[in-house]
């Protein structure tokens, strides 16, 4: 651990640079349904501010209505499975779904298919109407003039969700999340579906704001550290010079 004033300074600088960042994704995702804050955790503050690793904070968002039916938000834990290319898994709070041109309820955004939880995606029929999405999980609609039941949306838990990788369109896994546990809503260790609901984000926008100008108030103040540093060291080795010309 250095003690070094000029590294310190420099390290410190890195750290709330990143913290910055952190802070204006945030912000930037304050309406994005689903978004779950980051947090900066700092090490060895005595001796340079380390950004040591960027979590995931897990508590909720609100719920919005929406009316639409096939929109779900999750009341307790639990993420949605969104079946990605090459068979990658994406885990999101975000319930706007809807049915692609091919038949398949999709996350609306990013075109995955929602996982069912036989593990595979769920059908909708050609011409079925009055889809909904029970509290269970359990996706209906009307087929041929008659009712039908087409799947149920799975859902998956973690022993450590603040270990959860936030990427553009929901998160992935990491080795601080643990491993992946696959349920169905409304069963134990599971939450349930509230359907024509998504969940907002849980971005604290004042306290981010706060946090912004803290962590530019902290940047400054060890920039002009690192300045005087310099300049100290400069005044120094010019001392030094100047003996060495007079002897």
Do not use: C
Not at 151 to 168: E, Y
Not at 199 to 222: C, F, P, R
């Amino acid at each position: 651990m250095s003690t070094d004033p000029l590294n310190i300074g420099v390290t410190a600088m890195e750290a709330y640079d990143v913290a910055m960042d952190v802070s204006a994704n945030n912000i930037a995702n304050v309406g994005t349904p689903g978004f779950r804050a980051d947090a900066v955790e700092f090490q060895n503050l005595y001796a340079g501010a380390v950004a040591a690793r960027i979590g995931t904070t897990s508590a909720a968002g609100g719920l919005a209505p929406t009316g639409d039916a096939t929109n779900v938000a999750i009341s307790g834990t639990g993420y949605f499975i969104l079946a990605g290319p090459n068979g990658s898994s994406t885990y999101t709070r975000d319930g706007n779904f809807s049915v692609s041109a091919n038949g398949f309820l999709v996350d609306t955004a990013s075109g995955f298919t929602v996982t069912d939880v036989t593990g595979g995606p769920i059908a909708i029929p050609s011409g079925a109407t009055g889809l909904t999405i029970g509290a269970d999980g359990t996706v209906s609609a009307t087929v041929n003039g008659g009712p039908m039941t087409l799947g149920r949306v799975a859902l998956a838990a973690f022993q450590n969700p603040g270990g959860l990788v936030q990427v553009p369109g929901g998160f992935i896994v990491s080795a601080n999340s643990g491993n992946v546990l696959t349920g169905a809503p409304a069963t134990a260790g599971y939450g349930s579906l509230v359907s024509g609901f998504l969940e907002t984000s849980n971005v604290d926008l004042a306290g981010e704001m706060i946090k912004m100008i803290a962590s530019q108030a902290a940047y400054e103040a060890n920039a002009k550290s690192v300045r005087t540093g310099d300049q100290m060291l400069q005044t120094a080795i010019g001392i030094g010079e100047d003996a060495k010309g007079e002897g």
